[in-house]
């Protein structure tokens, strides 16, 4: 007879999970489970707001990843361990389902995180997701149109041309910086007249701007943004948002046509509503081996989880290491083979400034300037996980400085 295969059930398509699903045995049975059915190479996710890239180059169906895999379009509601079951509502229906797991990965990510502050999640967008780099690339090219009505008041102009970025971490950077780009090099040709109007500001809550940079990076990225049409303004914590209005801690105000959130991680509604362990923050508190704390059978990684006393960036690089050791160490505990536990290698940080240049903010080397963004780009296109998207990716990039942007909406 043969003895039956361990179900083993992940919960997420991202980083941690991709990483994993590729590289665990046939030992087990696997079934992924997740709101969105494909992995997202989020690196490259703001050049996508401005169509520097295009949305489909950066992703990649988590049906590719095994050969043999079982996936729930779905989301996981509860875990439900007196059971050892998972409640799943599947995505466009409101019908509900169980699935029941031998071991269970946890590897959901995180949200954006509004901290409470009044009119965010209404008047805000996020950049978390393709949908929210397209509603971006939409509303940018919006804003310019509904600015260059006959009917729109100067005051109403000056409001819908100006964006704003809220959170000075890569992210924020990186959309500030694409959309620069986007504004000298393609809405110059088409809205010359609202030009001069258009402008950006990076607001931070803190001293500085990009502050897991190296101190000299960091003043760069400052010096370039102000030396563009960039704003920054730092030491300006954001206390309300309302409808095309920012207001700061020194009773200034913003007025604004887009605004961009990005100050954060958050824990999903999954991450709040299940009962393991975890800390102030909503994370699954993990041990060295990812095993939720309390539990033989229950493992978490990635942007929703903390290795206690040894906690980690919430980044993709500790994702994916994460993903992979874990896929590792579950090979060979089925194999019954000693496990160590997991050691994480900092491989360094990179951002994009705008106008060809980027930060590097390696182990033994401090790279700025246009020769660290060709760097840039080669390190993230190869780290894109298959060749489709290495081509896609390449094409994008040739496509935009030979033909530019599309600025169309629809
Ligand atoms: C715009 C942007 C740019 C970034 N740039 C960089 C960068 O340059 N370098 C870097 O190192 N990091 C970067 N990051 C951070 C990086 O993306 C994350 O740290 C990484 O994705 C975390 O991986 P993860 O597997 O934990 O979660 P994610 O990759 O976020 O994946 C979470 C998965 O869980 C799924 N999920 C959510 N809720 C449920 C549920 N209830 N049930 C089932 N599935 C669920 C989601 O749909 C998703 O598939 C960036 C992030 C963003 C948003």
């Given at each position: 007879?043969?003895?039956?295969?361990?179900?083993?059930?992940?919960?997420?398509?991202?980083?941690?999970?991709?990483?994993?699903?590729?590289?665990?045995?046939?030992?087990?049975?696997?079934?992924?489970?997740?709101?969105?059915?494909?992995?997202?190479?989020?690196?490259?996710l703001?050049?996508t707001?401005?169509?520097?890239?295009?949305?489909?180059?950066?992703?990649?169906?988590?049906?590719?990843?095994?050969?043999?895999?079982?996936?729930?379009?779905a989301?996981?509601?509860?875990?439900?361990?007196?059971?050892?079951?998972?409640?799943?509502?599947?995505?466009?229906?409101?019908?509900g389902?169980?699935?029941?797991?031998?071991?269970?990965?946890?590897?959901?990510?995180?949200?954006?995180?509004?901290?409470?502050?009044?009119?965010?999640?209404t008047?805000?967008?996020?950049?978390?997701?393709?949908?929210?780099?397209?509603?971006?690339?939409?509303?940018?090219?919006?804003?310019?149109?509904?600015?260059?009505?006959?009917?729109?008041?100067?005051?109403?102009?000056?409001?819908?041309?100006?964006?704003?970025?809220?959170?000075?971490?890569?992210?924020?950077?990186?959309?500030?910086?694409?959309?620069?780009?986007?504004?000298?090099?393609?809405?110059?040709?088409?809205?010359?007249?609202?030009?001069?109007?258009?402008?950006?500001?990076?607001?931070?809550?803190?001293?500085?701007?990009?502050?897991?940079?190296?101190?000299?990076?960091?003043?760069?990225?400052?010096?370039?943004?102000?030396?563009?049409?960039?704003?920054?303004?730092?030491?300006?914590?954001?206390?309300?948002?309302?409808?095309?209005?920012?207001?700061?801690?020194?009773?200034?105000?913003?007025?604004?046509?887009?605004?961009?959130?990005?100050?954060?991680?958050?824990?999903?509604?999954?991450?709040?509503?299940?009962?393991?362990?975890?800390?102030?923050r909503?994370?699954?508190?993990?041990?060295?081996?990812?095993?939720?704390?309390?539990?033989?059978?229950?493992?978490a990684?990635?942007?929703?989880?903390?290795?206690?006393?040894?906690?980690?960036p919430?980044?993709?690089?500790?994702?994916?290491?994460q993903g992979?050791?874990?896929?590792?160490?579950?090979?060979?505990?089925?194999?019954?083979?000693?496990?160590?536990?997991?050691?994480?290698?900092?491989?360094?940080?990179?951002?994009?400034?705008g106008?060809?240049?980027?930060?590097?903010?390696?182990?033994?080397?401090?790279?700025?300037?246009?020769?660290?963004?060709?760097?840039?780009?080669?390190?993230?296109?190869?780290?894109?996980?298959?060749?489709?998207?290495?081509?896609?990716?390449?094409?994008?990039?040739?496509?935009?400085?030979?033909?530019?942007?599309?600025?169309?909406?629809?």
């Amino acid at each position: 007879m043969v003895a039956s295969r361990s179900r083993l059930v992940v919960l997420g398509t991202g980083f941690g999970a991709f990483n994993f699903v590729k590289r665990v045995s046939d030992g087990y049975d696997v079934t992924v489970i997740s709101p969105r059915n494909h992995f997202l190479f989020t690196p490259l996710l703001p050049s996508t707001t401005v169509g520097t890239i295009e949305f489909r180059s950066i992703i990649e169906p988590i049906r590719y990843a095994r050969k043999e895999i079982t996936f729930y379009h779905a989301e996981a509601i509860d875990v439900r361990t007196e059971s050892n079951t998972i409640s799943c509502v599947g995505i466009g229906t409101e019908r509900g389902f169980e699935v029941p797991f031998d071991v269970l990965v946890i590897a959901v990510g995180a949200v954006s995180n509004s901290f409470g502050i009044p009119g965010v999640e209404t008047h805000a967008y996020f950049l978390k997701e393709l949908a929210d780099a397209r509603a971006l690339r939409q509303r940018v090219i919006q804003c310019f149109e509904l600015a260059n009505l006959p009917s729109t008041t100067v005051e109403r102009r000056e409001q819908l041309l100006h964006f704003v970025v809220c959170g000075g971490g890569p992210t924020g950077v990186e959309f500030a910086a694409e959309l620069n780009d986007f504004l000298l090099e393609d809405l110059k040709k088409s809205y010359a007249h609202l030009l001069p109007e258009a402008r950006i500001t990076l607001v931070e809550a803190a001293s500085e701007i990009l502050s897991t940079f190296d101190q000299k990076l960091r003043r760069y990225a400052t010096t370039l943004f102000r030396r563009q049409r960039i704003t920054v303004l730092t030491d300006s914590p954001v206390t309300r948002v309302e409808d095309g209005v920012l207001s700061l801690k020194d009773g200034s105000k913003l007025f604004f046509g887009l605004l961009l959130w990005s100050t954060g991680n958050g824990p999903t509604k999954l991450a709040q509503a299940v009962r393991l362990h975890k800390d102030e923050r909503s994370r699954f508190v993990v041990d060295r081996f990812f095993r939720v704390q309390g539990q033989e059978n229950i493992y978490a990684m990635g942007d929703c989880s903390v290795v206690e006393g040894a906690p980690l960036p919430a980044t993709s690089q500790v994702a994916q290491q994460q993903g992979k050791y874990l896929a590792r160490a579950l090979n060979q505990r089925a194999r019954s083979q000693p496990v160590e536990p997991f050691e994480y290698h900092h491989l360094g940080m990179l951002a994009y400034v705008g106008s060809n240049k980027a930060l590097a903010d390696l182990q033994n080397f401090k790279g700025r300037g246009l020769a660290t963004w060709l760097f840039w780009r080669s390190a993230y296109l190869s780290r894109s996980v298959s060749i489709k998207n290495k081509v896609l990716v390449m094409f994008d990039w040739m496509k935009a400085k030979v033909f530019g942007r599309d600025i169309s909406q629809f």
